[in-house]
């Protein structure tokens, strides 16, 4: 700022004396150029501003000739000179020097510091307010006119001797001086407790260099300002012990807001605040993860997924703790060396910041794992964290895969011992596979184990999922159902030897993961089939249930029909179990089931179903077949259920073949014996003609259901089976196919199919019935044959009813026979078209114009 | 609002005149601050005042006389 000293050279309307001096003053100034019409006011103002002030002290005038306008003049003019010539100050033009010596004296003054706390808070309230401009100007003058004792003492004003001296050295010095604030109240306290060193070290002041000087000053004299700030280094020194968690002596925790906050009562600028919030979450978040570690170090709910997780983020906070350390030094270094100038290597909150930015986000990152993990477990836990490695920068897609290889080490640990053993070592119950330990051993394969879904990590595809599942079953199943350790022995023995062929599944190599598991699956899957075909004969026994249960084996079964039917016509409870078995001995016997392996007829059983009133041995019989593990697995319960129902199915179809056979036979010479007899020659024609229809119709129904369907479905399966099968659950699903195919075309399944069955059972009935009308037919004709060789004749009567009663049964057959058809008609499928083609061969039944009746 | 805040700084600066004990009173205070806004220098200001006040002392001790 110019002083405008030569504004005051300029007294407008005064006299020329004052002329003079203004010149005097011009040229004693050799002063500056200004403006000087806008000195012009100023001037004046000044002046008037002089006059009033003259006015204020009431000084009597003696001389009361002189006009006071006068006498006022002269005095201004004589101020004035006194004002003009003392244009510059002796000190330093600086407020806050003055406002801290003024300070000072007044501390000295009483020993109280009341007036210097009051005049602290004064001196602040004065430098927020931005009017005045020369606040300093304001303060010198008070503290000159001030009355206390001691005098103000300021730094000699040195700046004529700047050409001696060198230059101020250090330009970052002051910068860094502003930032920093003085030291605490505390500080100046015991500061000024020490005075003497101080005093002393204020006399060699003129030996340091002017900017040393200066900072030492200020720094001393600002240090009894009021005592709100707080030393830069002070908070730093708190954001350490905040970053391990400790509340600092300025920065505490608040519990409310959750967060940290300063203690009231000091104050700090603005952004210095800022930068001590932001890095005052550091330590919030530190307090979070510790607590996280803390909580399930030991807690077993976490699993060991979880625990691997706290580990991981323990080994972390120790590299934090290696920063804070390193932090620590630096400060306590920083603060022992207070004299020394601050240089590039010092800590300020700035530096600390950029320094900590690394280790913010780390932490950030642990503070989400901590948040999303809350609750999860195993293979849960590490999708979701895996989810996360799905982010675009580079440092976290590495922080995360780092520690997700930590944590999912006891994952993969479990996963090689369970397809490589088939052991289940999960004791937090964190495997994707669950077991259910009450399960017994035969229902081992079917649901003993079962895939827990959620549990299985997202970078693993769900059919890799099945594939552990099944090799690790198959395993378990070749261990215990099959008794056979080989398998397992001959992957621990090579493992051992050759330990790098045992692959330690790490995260991140998923690829690899899945190419073991691949190849871990085809062996275990080949070597279990391997052993179910070779040692427990899977194929043979199914050939075996299409020979017994299937009646495949014909003269067998041809043989039993022969030996049982008559038995079997009884009511079922006079027939005795031992007696059938013993039937079936000599059945086996005399066919060529004897030459079959004697493990499978062992198995082969009869079995006597409940017997309900008024059931015939037909009803109750049935043969069976035993299996056992681990066969059953195959022949499940299901399956041998279905197995029964469709020998029972075709068992009296065979049933109503033998009836009709006989009938045929016996009839066949019908005709010849009973020549003689001539009025019943035409219902033997007719009765002829009836037995050839059923015929027809039970032949051709057995020839679609032995061959279209048995044979056909037990070609696919038997393809299936030698060639494509690779898994015991693919063979068990086709088996239950085959199964299913064959009922369903056996009319004995399905909504559709079971009404049917039903006419099936009618018609078959009505054939049994029809046959046993024809018995009577007969007897009647044998009698009356023998009576015509005894030359009597029968009575009519007896005939007509006999005829009427067949003409019945004949009717009945051909209305179940038509309904049949009808329902027949109405499927698409080929297999039925044909048979109903065949069963209406020529259309002889849709010639018929009797309309169905409703059953 | 100015004026508000001018009247605080004016109770300001005569609070911390009376704490120093300048012996100025508002209306001298008022105007002395405006010299010095001017840029009156203020060491020769004060011995002005200085000068003043030996004036008005001498001329009250003759008057006493």
């Not at chain 1, 703790?321 to 601050?342: C, F, G, R, T």
């Not at chain 1, 495997?431 to 879904?453: G, H, M, N």
Request: contains cysteine; proline residues 2%; aromatic residues 10%.
């Amino acid at each position: 700022m110019s002083y405008s000293e030569n504004k005051w050279g300029r007294y407008g309307d005064n006299s020329p004396r004052k002329m003079s001096s203004r010149v005097s003053v011009l040229s004693s100034q050799g002063g500056e150029e200004s403006s000087f019409s806008s000195s012009n006011v100023a001037n004046s103002h000044l002046n008037k501003t002089l006059s009033k002030l003259i006015d204020r002290f009431d000084i009597p005038l003696d001389n009361q000739s002189m006009c006071i306008y006068h006498r006022r003049e002269k005095k201004t003019l004589r101020l004035n000179k006194i004002i003009c010539s003392q244009t510059e100050p002796s000190i330093v033009r600086n407020e806050e020097d003055i406002a801290t010596s003024i300070h000072e004296r007044l501390i000295q003054d009483h020993g109280s510091t009341e007036k210097a706390y009051r005049f602290g808070r004064l001196y602040n309230k004065l430098a927020s307010n931005n009017r005045l401009g020369k606040k300093w100007s304001i303060l010198y003058l008070l503290s000159n006119l001030s009355s206390l004792d001691v005098t103000v003492r300021g730094l000699q004003n040195i700046d004529s001797e700047v050409e001696y001296l060198q230059p101020p050295v250090s330009r970052p010095f002051e910068t860094t001086i502003q930032d920093d604030t003085s030291n605490s109240s505390r500080n100046t306290r015991r500061r000024l407790a020490r005075n003497e060193s101080l005093r002393s070290n204020e006399m060699e002041m003129d030996i340091l260099p002017p900017a040393v000087q200066l900072q030492r000053a200020k720094e001393q004299q600002r240090s009894d300002v009021s005592s709100v700030y707080v030393t830069e280094s002070d908070l730093l020194r708190d954001l350490i012990f905040i970053f391990q968690g400790i509340d600092g002596q300025y920065i505490k925790f608040n519990p409310e807001l959750n967060d940290y906050s300063l203690v009231s009562g000091i104050s700090v600028s603005k952004p210095m605040e800022e930068m001590v919030f932001k890095l005052a979450d550091i330590g919030w978040l530190y307090i979070k993860i510790r607590k996280f570690v803390q909580l399930n170090v030991d807690n077993s709910n976490i699993g060991l997924v979880g625990q691997s997780l706290c580990a991981a983020l323990q080994h972390e906070l120790t590299e934090y703790y290696k920063l804070i350390a390193i932090l620590e030094a630096q400060i306590e270094k920083q603060i022992a060396d207070k004299s020394l100038p601050n240089d590039q290597q010092s800590l300020t909150l700035k530096r600390l910041m950029v320094w900590t930015l690394d280790c913010t986000q780390k932490l950030r990152l642990m503070s989400i794992l901590v948040d999303v993990c809350q609750d999860k477990k195993g293979g849960a836990l590490m999708t979701t964290i895996h989810n996360y490695t799905k982010h675009g920068d580079p440092f976290f897609r590495k922080y995360l895969t780092e520690m997700l290889q930590v944590v999912s080490k006891p994952f993969y640990e479990m996963l090689a011992r369970w397809v490589y053993e088939g052991e289940l070592d999960d004791p937090y119950g964190e495997f994707l596979v669950a077991c259910d330990p009450t399960v017994s051993e035969e229902d081992l394969w079917q649901s003993k184990y079962s895939i827990r879904e959620n549990m299985l990590p997202s970078f693993l595809s769900k059919e890799l999922g099945q594939k552990i599942f099944a090799i690790g079953k198959s395993l378990n199943f070749i261990r215990y159902s099959c008794h056979d350790d080989t398998l397992v022995e001959q992957y621990y023995t090579t493992f051992n030897n050759n330990t790098a062929a045992r692959l330690t599944f790490k995260y991140g190599e998923t690829k690899a993961v899945e190419e073991a598991i691949d190849i871990a699956y085809m062996n275990t899957s080949k070597a279990l089939l391997d052993l179910l075909k070779t040692k427990y004969k899977l194929m043979d026994h199914l050939k075996a249930m299409k020979r017994y249960l299937l009646l495949g084996q014909g003269d067998f079964i041809q043989y039993l029909m022969d030996v049982l039917g008559e038995n079997l016509s009884k009511p079922a409870t006079t027939l005795l179990r031992h007696n059938l078995t013993g039937i079936l001995e000599t059945a086996v016997r005399s066919s060529n089931a004897q030459y079959d392996d004697p493990e499978i007829l062992n198995r082969l059983d009869v079995r006597l179903l409940e017997i309900q009133n008024n059931d015939l041995g037909w009803d109750v019989f049935t043969l069976d077949y035993h299996v056992d593990a681990p066969i059953n697995t195959v022949f499940s319960p299901v399956a041998m259920l279905q197995y029964l129902q469709i020998f029972n199915f075709l068992w009296r179809l065979k049933r109503v073949e033998y009836t009709l056979s006989a009938s045929w036979k016996k009839w066949g010479k019908a005709s010849r014996e009973f020549a003689n007899v001539t009025d019943i020659r035409q219902d033997l024609h007719f009765a002829q003609l009836t037995i050839q229809r059923m015929v027809h119709f039970i032949y051709q129904l057995q020839h679609y259901v032995l061959f279209e369907v048995l044979e056909c479905s037990w070609d696919k399966l038997e393809t299936f089976i030698e060639n494509k099968s690779i898994d015991l659950d693919s063979i068990i699903e086709t088996h239950l196919n085959y199964l299913s195919e064959i009922t369903e075309k056996g009319f004995l399944s399905g909504t559709k199919e079971i009404a049917l069955s039903g006419r099936l059972n009618n018609i078959f009935d009505s054939i049994l019935r029809y046959k046993v009308a024809l018995d009577h037919l007969h007897e009647y004709a044998t009698s009356e044959s023998a009576k015509m060789i005894f030359g009597k004749t029968g009575s009519s009567d007896k005939i007509s009813l006999i005829r009427h009663h067949q003409q019945e049964k004949e009717d009945d057959f051909t209305i179940q026979v038509l309904e049949f058809l009808n329902i027949l008609k109405s499927y698409h499928d080929e297999d039925l078209r044909s048979l109903s083609t065949r069963l209406d061969y020529n259309d002889y039944y849709s010639s018929f114009k009797i309309t169905p009746q409703t059953p | 609002m100015e004026s508000t805040r001018n009247n605080e700084v004016k109770e300001t600066i005569d609070q911390m005149a009376t704490l120093l004990n300048t012996g100025l009173d508002r209306e001298t205070l008022g105007l002395c601050v405006s010299l010095c806004e001017r840029g009156v220098n203020p060491e020769a200001l004060a011995s002005v005042i200085k000068d003043l006040r030996k004036q008005e002392l001498t001329a009250t001790e003759s008057n006493i006389h």
